[in-house]
């Protein structure tokens, strides 16, 4: 079962930086893309930044120019810089994972994971 930990959510003012983090453990025979969303009250979750193993990535434009998405493929760990943080970014951010895992019966399956979210509030 793979399982994803994020953290460094947190309070800031407006044009502030936060650097989020998200970790992922298991048997993991390789993850294909890593990914950051957001769900601010009364919205729906949207996708904030995307990465693939090769480096590749994708940013909702409300965020281009502004977060950085990064991966350490060795630590199975991705990374969101967030600079010039405005209130419309507050929100909890999820950190997703895909790809293919061993089961603890020795099976590979696909995985599509969660963290269980970090909160980041940017105040005005």
């Known amino acids: 079962q793979v399982q994803l930990v994020e953290s460094g959510g947190g309070l800031v003012q407006a044009g502030g930086s936060l650097r989020l983090s998200c970790a992922a453990s298991?048997?993991?025979?390789?993850?294909?893309?890593m990914a950051w969303y957001r769900q601010a009250p009364g919205k729906d979750r949207e996708l904030v930044a995307n990465?693939?193993?090769?480096?590749?990535?994708n940013y909702a434009d409300s965020v281009k120019g502004r977060f950085t998405i990064s991966r350490d493929n060795a630590k199975n760990t991705v990374y969101l810089q967030m600079n010039s943080l405005k209130p419309g970014d507050t929100g909890v951010y999820y950190c997703n994972g895909r790809g293919r895992e061993t089961t603890a019966w020795r099976t590979v399956r696909e995985f599509d994971s969660w963290g269980q979210g970090t909160q980041v509030t940017v105040s005005s």
């Open positions: 298991g048997v993991i025979n390789n993850i294909n893309a």
């Open positions: 990465i693939t193993v090769g480096g590749s990535t």
